[in-house]
T-cell receptor
Framework: GAGVSQSPRYKVAKRGQDVALRCDPI?????LFWYQQALGQGPEFLTY????????KSGLPSDRFFAERPEGSVSTLKIQRTQQEDSAVYLC??????????????FGPGTRLTVL | GNSVTQMEGPVTLSEEAFLTINCTYT??????LFWYVQYPGEGLQLLLK?????DKGSNKGFEATYRKETTSFHLEKGSVQVSDSAVYFC?????????????FGTGTKLQVIP
């Protein structure tokens, strides 16, 4: 497709359940980012992949959060034992040139996670 | 660390009014600066960007100038339309260990009334 896609668009989970969120980046984009956007806030960085390598996971809020990109294209963000504070919109973005100062990140529509 | 501060909303304007949304930043080095827009129910879209001091980014009637001396990147539009109602995010991108890491402001909601 032409843009970044994410699925599901909406996810409702009971507290304690595991969830998996999928991101399909723009074809050929080297870099992939995950962000968490709480209600009324700007996106907060979670993690960064360059191809299949996870180079920065400093933004992951706890060890319940895990991300992978095994073949350097599709990525999955997994949250184990979900808590109410995990409720947010999870955004995926991709970009072409990881080190280019003019590089631009292109965002998907996000997955809205609600933990009951 | 890097940070972005933008004016709090919501901002309510009448159609055809002049818009300014203030944005200032703190960063080491020479970041690139961006404005993203988020329409209701949609994802973030890049509105405009500037990559060096004194550059002016522009798109859809919006513009912003990278002012290094005041560390600012204020968004302006001469005549807003109802369709401009959205949340606007100022952001900076700076090198962090070999890649461009983006830091966002908290967003400013704009409501344009007919």
């Amino acid at each position: 497709g032409a843009g970044v896609s994410q699925s599901p668009r909406y996810k409702v989970a009971k507290r304690g359940q595991d969830v998996a969120l999928r991101c399909d980046p723009i074809s050929g984009h080297v870099s992939l980012f995950w962000y968490q956007q709480a209600l009324g806030q700007g996106p907060e960085f979670l993690t960064y992949f360059q191809n299949e390598a996870q180079l920065d996971k400093s933004g992951l809020p706890s060890d319940r959060f895990f991300a992978e990109r095994p073949e350097g294209s599709v990525s999955t963000l997994k949250i184990q034992r979900t808590q109410q504070e995990d409720s947010a919109v999870y955004l995926c973005a991709s970009s072409l040139d990881p080190a280019g100062v003019t590089d631009t990140q292109y965002f998907g529509p996000g997955t809205r996670l609600t933990v009951l | 660390g890097n940070s972005v501060t933008q004016m709090e909303g919501p901002v309510t304007l009448s159609e055809e009014a002049f818009l300014t949304i203030n944005c200032t930043y703190t960063a080491t080095g020479y970041p690139s600066l961006f404005w993203y827009v988020q329409y209701p129910g949609e994802g973030l879209q890049l509105l405009l960007k500037a990559t060096k001091a004194d550059d002016k980014g522009s798109n859809k009637g919006f513009e912003a100038t990278y002012r290094k001396e005041t560390t600012s990147f204020h968004l302006e539009k001469g005549s807003v339309q109802v369709s401009d109602s959205a949340v606007y995010f100022c952001a900076l991108s700076a090198n962090s260990g070999g890649y461009q890491k983006v830091t966002f402001g908290t967003g400013t909601k704009l409501q344009v009334i007919p």
